[in-house]
Antibody, heavy 117, light 107 residues
């Protein structure tokens, strides 16, 4: 059974940093591209970043460029999202999603990031 | 960035009836289009990929069609568990982009 378990969310002040993690199991993690998708309260879905299976290429939405860094450790079956210079508009539930190979076939339950003073 | 536009924003349909949801892309995405269902407090669930292929375990009452810039999701006979928000997503280009969602509500 595919499982994606996000962690690392919480309350952070504007300008602060957080590192999200997504622990994957039930599939060959190193064979799949992965992505982070967020959802602000009461709003729609936004794909903020993606990474290919090897980690050799990464992709970012304009809203994340220069502030967020996606990475993965295939030896630990874990996906990461380092978020710096956080803003109030980054407040959202952040989902980890598995690509198959391009659409997202499995999603985690999400971790809430709240940016507020 | 490819902009995805869904219509209508809200669709009121009675159980047992058919629902038709639309999605338009600002430029051609070929058949690189997926549909997701999201219920309150839950993660999205993949319904359709490749514009018309049902994901594993998705009932046959869900069907997708279209290519290029115009796409449709049809639910042939609505069940109580189908009332939710539906999103289309293109995966032809980065960044992957979603429509704003269509809320399917009970009439």
């Amino acid at each position: 059974e595919v499982q994606l378990l996000e962690s690392g969310g919480g309350l952070v002040q504007p300008g602060g940093s957080l590192r999200l993690s997504c622990a994957a199991s039930g599939f060959t993690f190193s064979n799949n591209a992965m992505a982070w998708v967020r959802q602000a309260p009461g709003k729609g879905l936004e794909c903020v970043s993606g990474i290919i299976a090897s980690g050799g290429s990464t992709f970012y939405a304009d809203s994340a460029k220069g502030r967020f860094t996606i990475s993965r450790d295939n030896s630990k079956n874990t996906l990461y999202l380092q978020m710096n210079s956080l803003r109030a508009e980054d407040t959202a539930v952040y989902y980890c999603a598995k690509a198959a190979p391009y659409h997202f076939d499995y999603w985690g339950q999400g971790t809430l990031v709240t940016v507020s003073s | 960035e490819i902009v995805m536009t869904q219509s209508p924003a809200t669709l009121s349909v009675s159980p047992g009836e058919r629902a038709t949801l639309s999605c338009r892309a600002s430029q051609s995405v070929g058949s690189n289009l997926a549909w997701y269902q999201q219920k309150p407090g839950q993660a999205p669930r993949l319904l359709i990929y490749g514009a018309s292929t049902r994901a594993t375990g998705i009932p046959a009452r869900f069907s997708g069609s279209g290519s290029g810039t115009e796409f449709t999701l049809t639910v042939s006979s609505l069940q109580s568990e189908d009332f939710a928000v539906y999103y289309c997503q293109q995966y032809n280009n980065w960044p992957r982009t979603f429509g704003q969602g269509t809320k399917l509500e009970i009439k």
